[in-house]
């Protein structure tokens, strides 16, 4: 009788029913290719880990944001966010397509001007604005959003001494039946503060009243918020018209969208929960065509949506480091993509994807990055399959707000790649060296 081979036996974890938070079923399907490239082909030629962008998801969220309001009213105009993702290359997408620039510093104004946007183009939200930037801005023709009292009696101030006149809004915050309710920025609706910054620029000659603004807040999942809201504003500008016939050129609704990533903690995929543009669309143009503004006076609405726009146009690719037990037998795998460049991920419970097939098998596993900080966790739960060391894998929609809040901090910052139409590849922004990290510090001579 022949003797048989021997077999290792082996033990699979049998789910029925739900055994954990994660459910039944769970499988991470790979994901080898970003815009038809291979992504490990572009970890190899690029470096590790990589950020990367596509400049046709960005065209296309463009594209469908302005079909949904301008199918819906006859008056839209997008303002791109620069605090949102402010790489040249990323904002010329956006202007190439008709977006205008909504800034909130000195800074990202004259970032917008170099990158060719007249002052008639930019609107300068914030409430730091100095001396000298509401000069520039005004002298330029921007469009200035009054967030304070303080600002409104500085840029009077500016205009009376410069002999300057300033077209301007203001920033109204109010209750749109959301919590937590933002009210630290502009002037209160429901108080009356709102209608005294009104007063107040109405009988300054040297500021004209252009517009209405708001920013409800972020990561908004319902469009009602912003039908409330779009209502209050509409009010106020019938109010303005009756009594000063005076009507405004547009409406400002800010941005706030949410973008399809899944928020911590959240019980549904933002992938099923996140309302679309033309739900947004329905609730902002319905509440402004059913006010008392008068049809042929309508004003033109202006958003300055980012996230909605730019985070699913980005990836940031990266390796596996290390695999690791903790003490409670969960399994923890360390990667080269820490908070630092991923700042995000106290947000979101961002996709991860292997680029390479696996087994299927999947089990509990903590992400971590490679700073020597406990706080440095990319995702704290996820069901994973067990990548080896030098392993590559992607994590999704990293666009928004990663490339404005990352900080060099243990680790330099990597490449940055645009895949344009044509699917070639841009670096857009180069990789940090050390030359880079100390170009700006000074040595005291006595250390030298």
């Known amino acids: 009788m022949e003797k048989r081979v021997f077999e290792r036996p082996t033990i699979t974890k049998l789910s029925p029913g739900l055994p954990s938070k994660h459910g039944v079923g769970t499988a991470i399907a790979p994901m080898p290719f970003v815009e038809g490239l291979k992504v490990d082909e572009l970890i190899e030629k690029y470096g590790s880990p990589l950020f990367i962008l596509s400049e046709s998801v960005m065209r296309k969220n463009v594209e469908d944001v302005n079909r949904a309001f301008k199918v819906r009213y006859p008056k839209f105009q997008l303002a791109w966010s620069y605090k949102t993702n402010y790489l040249d290359a990323v904002c010329r997408v956006f202007h190439q397509e008709g977006s205008w620039a909504e800034v909130v510093s000195g800074f990202e104004y004259d970032k917008a001007r170099r990158n060719g946007i007249p002052g008639e183009h930019i609107i300068f939200n914030g409430p730091g604005k100095k001396a000298k930037e509401l000069a520039k801005a005004a002298s330029e023709g921007a469009y200035i959003h009054i967030d304070h009292f303080d600002e409104l009696y500085l840029l009077a101030d500016v205009c009376q001494k410069q002999n300057l006149e300033a077209r301007v809004a203001i920033r109204v915050n109010m209750d749109v039946g959301i919590y937590p309710k933002w009210d630290r920025f502009g002037f209160n609706y429901e108080n009356g503060e709102a209608w005294d910054a009104i ?62 990533n899944t928020l911590r903690g959240a019980y549904l995929s933002g992938e099923d929960t996140t309302p679309s543009f033309d739900e947004y669309a329905d609730a ?16 033109t609405i202006i958003l300055e949506t980012g996230r909605a726009l730019i985070d699913d146009a980005g990836h940031i690719a990266g390796t596996v480091i290390a695999n690791k037990r903790l003490s409670d037998g969960r399994r923890a795998t360390i990667i080269d993509v820490g908070v630092n460049m991923l700042f995000t991920s106290f947000w979101y419970d961002h996709k991860i994807n292997p680029t390479q097939n696996h087994s299927g098998l999947v089990e509990e596993t ?14 704290p739960s996820l069901m994973f399959p067990p990548l080896k060391v030098g392993e590559h894998f992607i994590i999704s929609r990293t666009g928004a707000y990663n490339n404005t809040q990352w900080m060099q901090f243990i680790t330099t910052r990597p490449n940055i790649i645009l895949i344009d139409k044509n699917r070639e590849t841009h670096i857009v922004r180069k990789a940090e060296t050390l030359d880079d990290i100390v170009a700006n510090e000074e040595i005291p001579e006595h250390l030298k």
Request: charged share 15%; hydrophobic share 45%.
């Open 199 to 260: 007063n107040r620029i109405m009988a300054n000659p040297k500021l004209k009243l252009m517009g209405l603004h708001t920013h409800i807040g972020t990561y908004i999942m319902t469009a009602d918020a912003y039908k409330i809201a779009a209502t209050k504003l509409s009010d106020l500008a019938s109010n303005i018209a009756h009594k000063f016939n005076h009507n405004i050129a547009y409406i400002d609704m800010g941005g706030g969208f949410a973008s399809r």
């Open 284 to 299: 902002i143009t319905s509440a402004i065509i059913n006010s008392q503004i008068k049809p042929d006076k309508l004003p």
């Open 366 to 379: 903590i992400i971590y990055g490679p700073l020597c900080m406990n706080i440095d966790v990319i995702r």
